[in-house]
């Protein structure tokens, strides 16, 4: 669909990116990768994606919106999986 087409904003569009990211970086976490890797990757693998998009006719990249979206979500997934690795090494450490 040509970018003329699309509605001005997507209400749904930042919380896709939120998700999106949030899901690659803990996913990565999951995988073996350390925190502050998968939440690294995560933020330039976003960035990456929306400064390719700025040459393509008809889509606009280059968001910061867009990179702050994927940025947050990453970084709550690295938090959340932080989190609760520090509950199961405490929750080892009481039992």
């Known amino acids: 669909m040509p970018g003329?087409?699309?509605p001005g904003s997507l209400p749904?569009?930042?919380a896709s990116?939120?998700?999106g990211y949030a899901g690659l970086a803990g996913l990565l976490g999951l995988a073996g990768v350390r925190l502050p890797w998968a939440l690294l990757i995560s933020v330039w693998f976003g960035a990456a994606i929306e400064f390719t998009?700025?040459?393509v006719p008809g889509r606009l990249g280059g968001d910061l919106q867009d990179i702050l979206a994927n940025t947050l979500g990453a970084a709550c997934a690295v938090a959340g999986l932080k989190a609760l690795r520090h509950?199961?090494?405490r929750r080892a450490a009481q039992g």
């Open 4 to 6: 003329s087409e699309l």
């Open 12 to 14: 749904w569009d930042k």
């Open 17 to 19: 990116h939120f998700i």
């Open 87 to 89: 509950l199961r090494v």
């Open 53 to 55: 998009q700025i040459p």
